[in-house]
């Protein structure tokens, strides 16, 4: 038996606005863009993990009108989980993200446990992380 991770959910405030983000400073790929009852999702991904899809969607989507205010406050707290990518060239990540205009929590630095990373909020307030394996 297998079994792989097929979608991850990212909650953010308006998909329109995380867009630039996700597709063009972290460089995914719009695979799916659907709307239905007033809301949209939208799939990204990447050729490096093909049938790995990201979802952006906004609180409420999807969701009972209760779930949705109580995930809209998680997200305006800064309280979901922090999202963490990996890339073969931190440096250059880190640089597209910045001059994209995303926020910096933390620049490229090295990990006491092994990997070198750097930190960013997306337009939404999410932490997103980006790692590189430590050289060999």
């Given at each position: 038996m297998t079994i792989a991770l097929q979608y991850l959910n990212i909650t953010v405030n308006d998909v329109d606005?995380?867009?630039p983000f996700y597709r063009d400073a972290l460089?995914?790929?719009v695979q799916n863009d659907v709307s239905s009852g007033g809301f949209r999702w939208?799939?990204?991904g990447s050729d490096a993990q093909p049938g790995l899809g990201i979802v952006l969607s906004v609180p409420h989507a999807g969701r009972s009108q209760a779930d949705g205010d109580a995930l809209q406050e998680l997200l305006t707290k800064g309280s979901l989980p922090l999202l963490v990518f990996r890339s073969d060239d931190l440096d250059a990540a880190f640089e597209t993200l910045r001059s994209s205009g995303a926020e910096v929590?933390?620049?490229?630095?090295?990990?006491?446990w092994g990997?070198?990373?750097?930190a960013f909020r997306d337009p939404s307030g999410n932490t997103v992380r980006i790692a590189q394996a430590p050289a060999a």
């Open positions: 606005e995380s867009l460089g995914l790929d939208v799939t990204l929590l933390q620049e490229p630095m090295d990990q006491g990997p070198r990373d750097c």
